[in-house]
């Protein structure tokens, strides 16, 4: 059982179980002498009660008994939020072994992203914990049969990035107000109605947060946000894990390195320290920490479109679910036990607190996807859940994507993302990536153009989808889509 110590006033505080929890605000938000508690209230703190926690040095009248359990200070360490990037060989029912492994230790996932292809998957999962379980966790997660690598890359500088579709109620009095703001954080209008307006947004998770505060005071209609994604910022130099990879492409870059660092890279091959690299026509095949894969999600699937002659199309499923452990691994049992393939997945906090909202993508005819949408309203947990496909629904993903590029190439590489409205979040050497958000045909166009220059990693959000008020479908505005 947990240790309870009392506070001052006579309330309780609950020394945190080994079960991590979601709930990191009070280790997140604390400040010696005040206690912020989860609901954003705050109360004072006396001397006695900062003795317990070891932060004030002075003791009063009112300082607690010492036979009270006080809460260590080294706990606000231990449980803190951690990005664990898994990669997987793609088949029917990976998506709910994975869930189910943080759902049977108590792990609410905080967000979700994952990029499918034909054959692999990345997942880039949210939580929060501690360093120890987290380790056994991961250990779990190396078990499981088609897992390819796992890791945990809170410690490592990266570039993380989210997406949200945000639906306001406006009217002619605030309009200007709203367009200034969008202006500051750089989003984009998607939807405009008369009493509608839809925004996109793009950037960390501290910018997400500052979104929301600024826009719930307009009234916040509804919320459609993808998992946090992250890249690990490229290293300079030749010790950089895609840098054989980028020498390869563009001979130039040897020729900077030191003939002293060659020797030694040689020597480490010679002593089996490196396996030789294994170079693809496009995408990089050599080991990195131990791992020989090929690492890159490509946007060359993910879709069938109305044209199929047997009826079966892509269907984009909105769901509203109570944010509580074990609930994503509920719904995708219900999808992957009837045999569907998960074509996108996004899971994100809702406009309501307490409640997420689950996107995801699934083939099948209208008709069989009818009956999962009646065996999803079974569930307990799910609030409602939309089928958009029919409907003119806005829908966007976010990409991370980066290129092999030396000084000469990098050059085009940024034309080719300025004609793409893509952005450069972060630049090496022999590296450069790139953030996209856009539809699946802007993505597959995106990436095909880049492939010649070398693609070292992607990393993609599934599809998010908010109904279009306006009630303009861009499906039949953007012409025909690209063959996949």
């Excluded at 925004?199 to 005071?217: C, F, Y």
């Excluded at 030789?276 to 131990?290: A, C, F």
């Excluded at 009646?374 to 029919?390: A, E, M, P």
């Excluded at 000084?407 to 940024?414: E, F, I, M, N």
């Amino acid at each position: 059982m947990a240790a309870i110590s009392l506070l001052p006033n006579g309330a309780k505080l609950r020394k945190p179980s080994s079960i991590p929890e979601f709930h990191c605000e009070f280790y997140r938000n604390f400040e010696p002498g005040v206690l912020k508690m989860p609901t954003g209230k705050q109360k004072s703190m006396d001397a006695g009660y900062g003795k317990s926690l070891g932060v004030f040095a002075a003791a009063t009248d009112n300082a607690l008994p010492a036979t009270n359990t006080a809460v260590p200070v080294s706990t606000r360490s231990q449980v803190k939020r951690h990005t664990i990037s898994i990669f997987v060989g793609d088949e029917s029912g990976i998506i709910n072994r994975i869930a189910g492994v943080f759902s049977r230790r108590g792990y609410n996932i905080e967000s979700l992203a994952v990029g499918l292809n034909k054959d692999k998957a990345l997942f880039t999962v949210v939580v929060c914990g501690t360093e120890k379980v987290l380790r056994q966790v991961v250990e779990q997660l190396n078990k499981l049969v088609n897992v390819w690598k796992v890791e945990d890359i809170s410690k490592d500088p990266q570039v993380e990035r989210e997406l949200m579709l945000i639906k306001l109620a406006t009217n002619p009095s605030i309009h200007a107000e709203i367009m200034w703001l969008v202006d500051i954080f750089r989003a984009n209008i998607v939807d405009i109605s008369e009493n509608f307006l839809t925004i996109e947004v793009t950037g960390d998770p501290g910018k997400m947060a500052a979104v929301l505060r600024n826009l719930s005071k307009f009234g916040i209609k509804e919320i459609a946000r993808t998992g946090k994604i992250a890249l690990r910022r490229e290293r300079m130099g030749e010790t950089a894990p895609f840098w054989r990879f980028s020498a390869s492409s563009y001979p130039d870059l040897e020729e900077k390195t030191p003939s002293n660092a060659l020797l030694e890279t040689a020597k480490r091959s010679l002593n089996g320290s490196h396996t030789t690299l294994s170079r693809g026509d496009v995408y990089p095949v050599e080991p990195y920490d131990n791992f020989s894969m090929n690492q890159v999600l490509d946007a060359h699937w993910g879709v069938l479109y109305d044209n199929d002659s047997s009826g079966l199309r892509s269907h984009t499923l909105s769901m509203l679910v109570n944010d509580s452990p074990g609930v994503l691994n509920v719904v995708t049992g219900v999808i992957s036990r009837r045999g569907y393939n998960i074509q996108s997945l996004a899971v994100g906090p809702a406009e309501k607190e307490g409640l997420s909202r689950i996107t995801t993508v699934v083939p099948g005819t209208d008709e069989s996807i009818g009956k999962l949408v009646q065996q999803l309203h079974k569930l307990i947990d799910l609030h409602g859940v939309d089928d958009l496909t029919h409907l003119p629904f806005a829908e966007r993903e976010l990409m991370l994507i980066k290129i092999a590029a030396n000084t000469a190439a990098r050059r085009d590489v940024l034309d080719i993302a300025n004609i793409f409205r893509a952005k450069a979040v972060d630049v090496s050497d022999h590296t450069i990536t790139l953030e996209l958000t856009g539809d699946l045909n802007k993505m597959v166009a995106l990436q095909r153009l880049l492939e010649p220059y070398g693609i070292c990693e992607v990393a993609r959000t599934g599809r998010v989808a908010l109904i279009r008020e306006s009630g303009v479908d861009s499906t039949y505005l953007r012409g025909y889509p690209l063959p996949l």
